[in-house]
């Protein structure tokens, strides 16, 4: 099993950016998906972006164009820019890997981070 650990967050004022990293280790992620995933309270976890192992990314509607997740094989690292930042973004935002990680599975069968607190407020 692969310990992941999450950084970066904070709080930000609307249309502000954040950075996101997710440490890996344990294991050897190079040729896993990672993705990352947020859950606002109260609400369901939802996927927001994955990488495959071959640095293929995809995103969900709400954060394409925002948000660029990029990773760090040499590292073992994962990271999410985020950009012009919106209130409903507030949530706690996880990374996860697997071998195969589909967004629209939040509760698939991977390993996750223990989550990093993103608040946008003004």
């Known amino acids: 099993q692969v310990q992941l650990k999450e950084s970066g967050g904070g709080s930000v004022q609307p249309h502000g950016s954040l950075k996101l990293s997710c440490a890996a280790s344990?294991?050897?992620?190079?040729?896993?998906?990672m993705a990352w995933f947020r859950q606002a309270p109260g609400q369901e976890r939802e996927g927001l972006a994955v990488?495959?192992?071959?640095?293929?990314?995809t995103y969900t509607g709400s954060v394409q164009g925002r948000f660029t997740i990029s990773r760090d094989d040499a590292k073992n690292t994962l990271s999410l820019q985020m950009s012009d930042l919106k209130p409903e973004d507030t949530a706690t935002y996880f990374c996860?890997?697997?071998?195969?990680?589909?967004?629209?599975?939040?509760?698939?069968?991977?390993?996750w981070g223990q989550g990093v607190n993103v608040t946008v407020t003004s």
């Open positions: 990488i495959d192992g071959d640095g293929i990314a």
């Open positions: 996860a890997t697997a071998p195969f990680i589909r967004l629209e599975w939040p509760s698939g069968n991977y390993d």
């Open positions: 344990g294991g050897v992620v190079k040729f896993y998906a």
